[in-house]
C-alpha cells in the first residue's frame, strides 16, 4: 500500500471516529489523495476530515475548493433523494404496499454526518407478491424512462435524475442449494421479523432488522466486489453499522446464518479490514480473526486499485468493449474469467460456485440473444 492509500485511510478514520488523520505531513500529495478519494466514493468524509487538519498540513486553495464543490454536489444529490424516497414511499403506502429501503439513505443515517456519504440510488424491496403491483404504481405515476430495465432481482427505473429499484427479491447467490437457502432467509427476516423505522425526507421509512442488514450489506458488497469491483464506501457503510448496532446483533445467529449461507469467510475478510484498517473497535466486531488479515490486505489492494464498481481498474482503462453483440459478450467473459481467476486465489470455494453460476447464466444469455 502507497503513502497515499495510507492518508486517504487515515482521513476516513478520522472522519469516522472524530480521531486525528495519523498519516498526513506537509509533502502529502493532495492531487492523488484527491483522486483516489473520487475514485472510492468517498470524497465527502475526506474533505470533513481535511477541513479538521492544522492549517500547515491542509492541501493547497485549488485542491480545497475542488473538495468543497464535490461536497455541494453530494449535499445536493441528498437532499434529491430524501425527496424522491419519501415520494415514492408515500405512493407505494397509498396501494397498500409498504417497502423497506435497503442500504442507502438509510446507511447514511450511521455516519457521524449523515450528508456527507456519498449517495447512489433508492433501493426498496417489494417481495415478489406486491412486484408487478408495485412497477405499475410507480410508472404510473412517474412514467416511463428509456433506460428502465428488469433483471431477475429487481425494475430499475429512472426518474427526475433519480434510479428507484424495486426488489422482487434482495440478492441472488451462487449455486442453487445456497440461493435457496438465502432466499429463504430473506424471507424470513423481511416478512416475518419486525422492521426497523427512521424519519428520511418527513415520512417514516422501514428499514431491515438487525441481524438481516449485518449480513445483506456485507454480502452485497461481496457480491459486487466479485462481480465488478466496490468503493471504499461500502466498507466504511458495513463498518459504521457494526459500530452501531454491534450491541444489538445476535450474535448466536449470526454465527449460524453466516455458516448456513457459506458467509463466514466472507465475513472474516471484512471484519480484518474494518479492524485492522478503518479504526473499528474490536470489542464491536463479533468473530473477528486476525489470520485473515493477509487476506483481507489482498482484498483492500483490489478496491485501492479499481475504485467504485471496477471503473479505475487497469484492464477497464486499456480495454475497450467490441460493438457487435457476440463479440462484446466474449469480451465481457474474459475479463470476468481473468477477474474470477484472481479472485480465486482470495476464496477459492466461493469462486468454483460463482463460475459455475457465471457459466450456466452465461452462456444461456448468449444463445437466447444471438436469436
Not at 486517504?8 to 495519523?22: E, Y
Not at 426498496?124 to 428502465?148: R, T
Not at 451462487?174 to 438465502?182: A, L, N, S, V
Not at 454491534?246 to 448466536?252: E, F, G, L, P, S
Amino acid at each position: 500500500m502507497d503513502r497515499n492509500s495510507q492518508t486517504l485511510l487515515s482521513l476516513l478514520r478520522s472522519a469516522m471516529w472524530g480521531l486525528p488523520a495519523d498519516a498526513v505531513c506537509v509533502d502529502t500529495e493532495w492531487g492523488k489523495v484527491f483522486k483516489l478519494a473520487s475514485e472510492q466514493t468517498v470524497l465527502g468524509l475526506v474533505a470533513d476530515a481535511v477541513s479538521k487538519l492544522p492549517s500547515e498540513l491542509k492541501p493547497e486553495k485549488d485542491i480545497l475548493v475542488r473538495m468543497q464543490h464535490h461536497v455541494m454536489r453530494i449535499l445536493q444529490a441528498h437532499a434529491l433523494l430524501d425527496r424522491k424516497l419519501a415520494e415514492t414511499v408515500a405512493l407505494l403506502r397509498s396501494h397498500d404496499i409498504h417497502p423497506v429501503l435497503f442500504k442507502g439513505q438509510g446507511l447514511a443515517t450511521n455516519y457521524p454526518d449523515p450528508k456527507l456519504r456519498q449517495c447512489g440510488d433508492i433501493d426498496l424491496y417489494v417481495g415478489k407478491e406486491n412486484y408487478k403491483k408495485a412497477c405499475d404504481v410507480v410508472i404510473s405515476a412517474f412514467g416511463a424512462g428509456e433506460h428502465d430495465l428488469e433483471s431477475a432481482k429487481h425494475m430499475h427505473l429512472n426518474n427526475g435524475g433519480v434510479t428507484i429499484e424495486l426488489h422482487r427479491i434482495a440478492e441472488k447467490q451462487p449455486g442453487y442449494f445456497e440461493d435457496r437457502r438465502y432466499q429463504a432467509w430473506t424471507l424470513q427476516h423481511l416478512e416475518h421479523s419486525e422492521r426497523r423505522k427512521v424519519q428520511i425526507g418527513g415520512e417514516q421509512i422501514d428499514l431491515p432488522p438487525v441481524n438481516f442488514d449485518a449480513v445483506y450489506i456485507m454480502n452485497h458488497t461481496w457480491h459486487h466486489f466479485v462481480n465488478g469491483g466496490i468503493g471504499l464506501r461500502q466498507v466504511c457503510d458495513w463498518t459504521l453499522y457494526i459500530h452501531r448496532f454491534h450491541k444489538a446483533i445476535d450474535t448466536d445467529m449470526l454465527k449460524k446464518d453466516l455458516k448456513s449461507l457459506n458467509l463466514w469467510k466472507v465475513w472474516h475478510l471484512f471484519a480484518c479490514i474494518a479492524v485492522d484498517h478503518l479504526g473499528l473497535p474490536l470489542d464491536e466486531c463479533p468473530f473477528y480473526d486476525s489470520r485473515y488479515s493477509k487476506t483481507a490486505e489482498k482484498v483492500l489492494d483490489v478496491i485501492l486499485d479499481e475504485g467504485n464498481f471496477g471503473r479505475y481498474s487497469e484492464a477497464k482503462r486499456t480495454s475497450r468493449r467490441p460493438e457487435g453483440y457476440a463479440s462484446g459478450k466474449i469480451h465481457s467473459f474474459k475479463m470476468t474469467a481473468s477477474r474470477y481467476a484472481r479472485n480465486f486465489t482470495i476464496h477459492p470455494t466461493y469462486m468454483v460456485r460463482a463460475w459455475f453460476s457465471f457459466m450456466n447464466t452465461g452462456v444461456t444469455a448468449f444463445f437466447k440473444g444471438l436469436k
